[in-house]
Structures are given as C-alpha cells and as structure tokens.
C-alpha cells in the first residue's frame, strides 16, 4: 500500500480560534455611544427638563392659578329712566393654600431625580443590548469559522480519497461518500453565513460598524445594588407618585381666591361716585370627586411600593442564578479541554487506521466529524463563560 503524504489534518486550536477572528479595533465605550444614540428613549429624556421647569416655575410663582381680569357695567336704560350707571374694573387671583407650595417643590425635586436616573437607566439598558449583540455576532463568526474549517477538511479528505481510489487501494464508494459529506459541510456553511449575516445586520444597525470591541472580554465586576439604574429608576418613580399623591391631596380643597377693584358710580344730576373693594373667598369643604382621584393615585403608589420590594427580591435570586451559571460555565469549560484531547487522539487514531485499511471511510468521517463538533463545542462554551459573566455584570447593574 502506498504511503500518502500530502494529506494532513490541520489542529486548530480552539482557545485561539475564539480569538482569531476579524479585526477589533472599536472599544465598548464608542459602541455604547452608538445605541445610546440609536435608542428612541433618549428623545424622551427632553421631557423630563420640562417637567422638573414647569414644576419648579409652579413652585415658585405667588399665585396658584391664573390671573383673572374683571370688567363690569350696569345701566339702567332698559329698566329705569334714572339714568344710572356703575364701572367697575379689578381682578382675582387664587393664593396657595398652606403645603401645596412644598408638594410642587417636592414634585419638581422628584422629575430632578427622576431625569437624572432615566439616563443612567437608559445607559445601562443600552449596555444589556450591546452585551447581546456583541456575542450573537461573536458566536455567528465562531460557527461560520467551523463550518468554513469543516469544508476545508472534507475538500482535503476528497482529494485523498480519490488519490486512492484512483490507484486502486480504495472502493468508489468512498469516494462517493467523501463527495457527499463536501456537500454536506459546504450545505451548512452557507446557512451559518446566512445566521451570520443576519446577525451582522442587526450590530451593525445599533453600532454603525462591523468591528467588535477591544478587549471584548469583561471581568466579574464589583457592584453596589444601591447604585442599580433600574432600582434607582424605580425608587425616583415612586418618590414623583408620592410627590404627586402630596399635591392632590394639598389641592382637594379648592383655592381662596383673592379679589380686589374699584367701583365707580354716576347717578343723573350727582357727581360720580368712586370706591375701592378687597374681598377673600375661602371655600369650606373639598371636592368628593378630588378625594376619589387622592384614592385612586394612593393605589398606584402602594402598588409602585409593591413593585420596588419584588424586584429587590427578584434582583437577589437573579444575581445568585447568573454567580451559579458563571460558576457552571467554568466547570464545563474544563471538561471540555479534556474531551477535545480525546478527539484529536481519535481523528489521528482513525487517519492511521484508515490508511493502512483496519478501518473503512466512515469510521474515518465519523472521527473528523466528532473532531469538528468538539472544536465547536469548546469554542461555544468559551463563550457561553463569556457571556454569562456579561449577564452578571448587566443583573448586577454594572453599565459597559
């Protein structure tokens, strides 16, 4: 039997292929930039000054309404002939009553926080979509990879194989079966560029680049839950329904209003007479429809109260999970190694075999195959350690 020498398998290496891919020059700060830009909530943000300035203008003006003009006449032409008439000119104004001043100043305090931890709120969920489309890009590369590998290594086997045949020392069939599996890997390389593709389009649309970052890898970081963005967001949210509640609660009664003028009175033959006026209007009681509004808003901030400790909670049993999976992929990491030594062994065991005609071409596919799948796998659970430290460090509240 003649010895071929041409032929050799390539041994890839599987932590390097991770890091093999195409070049990475952007870095995570820039890419962030990028989706904070590209999110529809950043347009949001400009209300939130609004609010805090009309709350605060409200807060500091003298009057808890509008001004209002009065203009008044009376005659009596159509019902006396004594020829009277009565001007009178002033105006009305409502006055605060006592605490609604400071509601709308604890209100406007409450949209200052509330601005302040949208944007951090908004930062840190751009960092959970930015984590997601790093590594849904990453892990298309490392399947195309293989796939591309797994052609190359299915043309070199063909071209042995039919060396063989064509010298006689192995069966036609094996080089039909060797033209199948090319097919075969070349049938599923293409739909790892079409998963691949796909998944370029949706970073590049939230990026505006091809690049991965620089260094793509994180760390377990350190975090303090008091600082969380998304607790933080709903703690300033319920500080405005309270804020709010306060207000209605300051304005069931409706406002004194302050009036002042002047008359002035002409009567036929008499020489006009002018008068000055000041009067306060208090209202007694409140309104039965503010206090079901009070109610209904006391419900949303109990139920926003509600919403705070179940995410405390949840925010806890999160955190456990994703140190579990880190811990988890960790493991799976070092399992793996060993079960790529093996199959190197076997695809090299099954080369020798195969040459030397102790075993037939199947044997020798099965063997790069399982080599192939191996690699995969060992260069997916690198990521998946990869990406389960990202996941802490987004449940954690730690933004990129």
């Excluded at 009277?84 to 400071?102: D, F, N, R, T």
């Excluded at 208090?282 to 919403?307: C, F, M, N, R």
Aim: charged residues 20%; proline residues 3%; neutral net charge.
């Amino acid at each position: 039997m003649k010895t071929i020498q041409k032929f050799r398998f390539a041994t890839l290496l599987s932590v390097g292929l991770i890091f093999s891919l195409p070049a990475q020059a952007a870095n995570y700060a820039d890419l962030l930039k990028n989706v904070l830009d590209t999110q529809p909530e950043q347009a949001a943000l400009q209300g939130f000054d609004a609010l805090e300035n009309t709350a605060n203008q409200a807060a500091s003006s003298w009057f808890s309404g509008n001004t209002n003009l009065i203009f008044a006449h009376e005659n009596d032409a159509f019902t006396g002939d004594l020829d009277k008439q009565k001007w009178q000119i002033g105006a009305e104004m409502p006055l605060w009553l006592p605490g609604q001043v400071q509601s709308q100043q604890a209100l406007a305090q409450g949209f200052s926080e509330l601005k302040t931890n949208q944007a951090s709120y908004l930062k840190w969920q751009a960092s959970g979509q930015l984590r997601d489309l790093v590594w849904q890009f990453r892990e298309a590369q490392v399947k195309t990879n293989i796939a591309e590998q797994s052609v190359e290594q299915a043309k070199s086997l063909q071209k042995l194989i039919q060396v063989l045949v064509n010298v006689g020392e192995k069966p036609k069939l094996d080089g039909l079966l060797a033209d199948k599996a090319l097919l075969e890997a070349q049938s599923h390389l293409f739909a790892m560029n079409t998963e691949l593709k796909a998944s370029q389009n949706r970073y590049q649309y939230w990026t505006k680049t091809n690049e991965l970052p620089s260094p793509i890898l994180e760390s377990l970081a350190t975090y303090d839950l008091q600082n969380h963005p998304q607790l933080n967001q709903l703690k300033a949210q319920l500080t405005v329904l309270n804020a709010e509640y306060q207000n209605l609660k300051s304005t069931q009664k409706d406002n004194p209003v302050l009036s002042f003028g002047g008359f002035q009175e002409d009567d036929k033959g008499m020489p006009a007479n002018s008068s000055l006026y000041a009067q306060i209007s208090y209202p007694i009681g409140s309104s039965p429809t503010a206090k079901v509004a009070t109610a209904q808003h006391k419900s949303t901030v109990l139920a926003k109260e509600a919403e705070l400790k179940r995410y405390q909670l949840e925010l806890q049993s999160q955190l456990f999970e994703a140190k579990q999976q880190v811990e988890a992929s960790q493991k799976k990491v070092e399992l793996i190694e060993q079960e790529m030594v093996i199959s190197i062994q076997a695809l090299t065991l099954a080369k020798q075999a195969y040459r030397i005609g102790e075993s037939n071409i199947q044997t020798l596919m099965n063997a790069q195959q399982q080599f192939l799948n191996s690699k995969l796998k060992q260069a997916l659970t690198q990521i998946e350690l990869n990406k389960a430290i990202a996941r802490h460090n987004q449940i954690a509240g730690v933004s990129l």
